[in-house]
């Protein structure tokens, strides 16, 4: 409940231990709206407003603090504070391009909408920011904030027509490029977006938000090492420091994520620390570092961008309803094809999701290929297996969704991933699995079959030998029984009646999976590899086993591929068996 002061209170104490001064200026403000008679909660927030580089936003909540608290401590020092803003609020004014007697104000609600962007609040952000468009309609930032807006709620077209007009107006507008090339990447158009990045040659970035945009255009486009020097160039800029604020964070974010992309975990680790002291973004950081501590394999990777920054809000929302409504993934369905077709830029984003979204990116890329089902979409899915991105759990359930549609080259082949960081074969998962089940045999055999089968299980071979043989004459002709006594006599190391049993077996019923599996394995003992692996290829045909088969298929099938001296084969089929039962 956001209008309750204690659920406020204990996300403001959240946000102070976890150093996310986002989140606390936002609670800090619905708390003076709930509390407005707790000083305390008034003159915290104009700090923290001050710390987070919004002075216009920190002066006017020091006067309103004062103004109706003027007997505190804390009004004494709030009015040192007042008088260091005053002092900077023209440089402030200048440096974003304002004038006029109402440009305090202006700065006013510049920054009052991006803390609300930031924030999510983006209903109040567009009412905010009309304000400013209303009385500067060609102020670059109100332009940039509103497009923003704007796309977030799907309304791409106007965004990029907005954004044209701008850099027609201003072409060397470093944020109005940075936007135009944000936009034209999520649109799936890159090839336009790299050349409007190439505008950036004659910008002259000063501030750490000419870096940060800068940094994340070359993210957008996937250019690590462009993104690094941006990184690089503003630790040489006078207005480098203070170091905190969103866009320090932003900065060092894009960086790290491209650092560790190229391979400078170190490097990466070190930006990705420096940026905890702005005290902004938290969360991507934290999650970043974190992936940084995985072992290949596990890690999801470096990110800078979130869904959010690919796909806008109704766009994932729309896909959450469709998945939540589709029982079965690749159905033909009229509004899945309707969905792709008023996106067809997802087929540019998509893979770049994959690629290097975030945890949550890359799951919604995945869930809308595999929704999708057409050949294109299959064939970034197989990309995506193939590919070192993202934790292997993530791609082997790829792999077993194309196997199992019979996806061109996948079913039942092994094909090479990378597996814990190195590339191997890997055997998809093209099959269910059900459980074990007696067979289907009358009562009074299947009781002395059973019987049979706990007294090998209890060392008692003869026993066994002799419940099985009384069961044969009841049903000479099961399959099941011969291979059952097979399996006694390999108890007494009788090797040839074991053979004969299962070549038996086998004459009754050539679908039987133990009797064939063991068939394979005598011709590998044999050295008769070709006669193995021919038995060995009906045995993959089918859809579904039990949970008993697949251990007999992949043992059997890894002692093919050993005899044959494909190690990595071998291996493969042993980790089938693994991550199966």
């Known amino acids: 409940?956001?209008?309750?002061?204690?659920?406020?209170?204990?996300?403001?104490?959240?946000?102070?231990?976890?150093?996310?001064?986002?989140?606390?200026?936002?609670?800090?403000?619905?708390?003076?709206?709930?509390?407005?008679?707790?000083?305390?909660?008034?003159?915290?927030?104009?700090?923290?407003?001050?710390?987070?580089?919004?002075?216009?936003?920190?002066?006017?909540?020091?006067?309103?603090?004062?103004?109706?608290?003027?007997?505190?401590?804390?009004?004494?020092?709030?009015?040192?504070?007042?008088?260091?803003?005053?002092?900077?609020?023209?440089?402030?004014?200048?440096?974003?391009?304002?004038?006029?007697?109402?440009?305090?104000?202006?700065?006013?609600?510049?920054?009052?909408?991006?803390?609300?962007?930031?924030?999510?609040?983006?209903?109040?952000?567009?009412?905010?920011?009309?304000?400013?468009?209303?009385?500067?309609?060609?102020?670059?930032?109100?332009?940039?904030?509103?497009?923003?807006?704007?796309?977030?709620?799907g309304h791409v077209d106007v965004v990029l027509e907005r954004s044209r007009n701008l850099l027609e107006k201003q072409p060397d507008n470093i944020h109005g490029i940075a936007a135009m090339v944000r936009y034209l990447s999520v649109m799936g158009k890159n090839d336009e977006a790299k050349s409007v990045a190439e505008r950036f040659r004659d910008s002259k970035p000063i501030m750490v938000d000419h870096f940060a945009a800068l940094a994340q255009s070359w993210t957008y486009l996937g250019d690590d090492e462009k993104a690094l020097d941006a990184v690089e160039a503003a630790t040489e800029a006078t207005d480098y420091t203070p170091r905190r604020g969103q866009a320090f964070a932003k900065l060092l974010v894009f960086g790290g994520a491209a650092a560790a992309r190229l391979g400078h975990e170190e490097k990466a680790r070190e930006l990705f620390e420096n940026a905890l002291e702005a005290r902004a973004g938290q969360d991507i950081i934290r999650a970043n570092l974190f992936e940084l501590e995985l072992e290949p394999g596990f890690s999801n990777g470096p990110f800078a961008l979130l869904s959010t920054d690919w796909l806008a809000p109704t766009m994932i929302s729309e896909l959450g309803s469709l998945i939540e409504s589709t029982k079965e993934p690749g159905d033909a369905d009229p509004r899945i094809a309707a969905f792709f077709r008023e996106h067809p830029e997802l087929e540019e984003v998509l893979p770049i999701l994959l690629e290097r979204g975030d945890p949550e990116g890359r799951f919604l890329a995945v869930s809308m290929a595999i929704l999708a089902n057409t050949p294109e979409m299959n064939a970034i899915l197989r990309d995506f297996v193939s590919s070192p991105h993202g934790p292997d759990e993530l791609r082997y359930d790829v792999l077993d969704t194309l196997a199992r549609r019979g996806a061109t080259g996948l079913r039942r082949s092994p094909v090479v991933m990378f597996i814990n960081g190195k590339e191997m074969l890997a055997v998809p998962r093209w099959f269910e699995v059900s459980p074990d089940t007696p067979p289907d045999l009358p009562q009074e055999v299947n009781e002395l079959n059973e019987a049979a089968g706990k007294a090998l299980h209890d060392k008692k071979v003869l026993r066994a030998e002799q419940l099985l043989k009384k069961a044969l004459v009841l049903a000479p002709d099961a399959p099941e029984l011969h291979h059952n006594?097979?399996?006694?006599?390999?108890?007494?190391?009788?090797?040839?009646?074991?053979?004969?049993?299962?070549?038996?077996?086998?004459?009754?019923?050539?679908?039987?999976?133990?009797?064939?599996?063991?068939?394979?394995?005598?011709?590998?003992?044999?050295?008769?590899?070709?006669?193995?692996?021919?038995?060995?290829?009906?045995?993959?045909?089918?859809?579904?086993?039990?949970?008993?088969?697949?251990?007999?298929?992949?043992?059997?099938?890894?002692?093919?591929?050993?005899?044959?001296?494909?190690?990595?084969?071998?291996?493969?089929?042993?980790?089938?068996?693994?991550?199966?039962?």
């Open 1 to 153: 409940n956001p209008k309750s002061p204690e659920i406020q209170m204990d996300l403001l104490e959240a946000a102070f231990d976890r150093r996310d001064l986002l989140s606390y200026q936002i609670a800090g403000r619905r708390l003076i709206e709930l509390e407005p008679s707790a000083s305390e909660f008034a003159f915290g927030l104009a700090g923290a407003y001050m710390n987070g580089l919004r002075p216009a936003l920190a002066l006017r909540t020091f006067r309103n603090a004062i103004e109706r608290f003027p007997n505190t401590q804390a009004a004494e020092q709030a009015n040192d504070s007042i008088q260091r803003i005053e002092a900077l609020l023209p440089k402030i004014i200048a440096d974003l391009g304002l004038d006029g007697e109402d440009a305090e104000d202006l700065v006013l609600l510049h920054e009052e909408t991006q803390l609300l962007i930031e924030a999510g609040e983006f209903a109040e952000a567009r009412s905010v920011c009309s304000r400013l468009f209303e009385k500067r309609p060609d102020y670059p930032p109100a332009i940039n904030n509103l497009n923003l807006i704007d796309w977030t709620e």
């Open 485 to 581: 006594l097979a399996n006694v006599f390999e108890k007494q190391g009788q090797s040839e009646k074991v053979i004969d049993l299962e070549k038996k077996a086998f004459e009754l019923d050539p679908s039987y999976h133990y009797a064939r599996a063991a068939i394979i394995r005598h011709h590998v003992a044999e050295d008769e590899l070709e006669k193995a692996e021919s038995l060995l290829e009906p045995l993959l045909e089918r859809d579904a086993y039990q949970r008993g088969e697949i251990v007999t298929l992949c043992s059997t099938a890894a002692l093919v591929a050993r005899k044959s001296g494909n190690d990595a084969l071998v291996n493969a089929w042993f980790a089938l068996w693994e991550r199966t039962i």
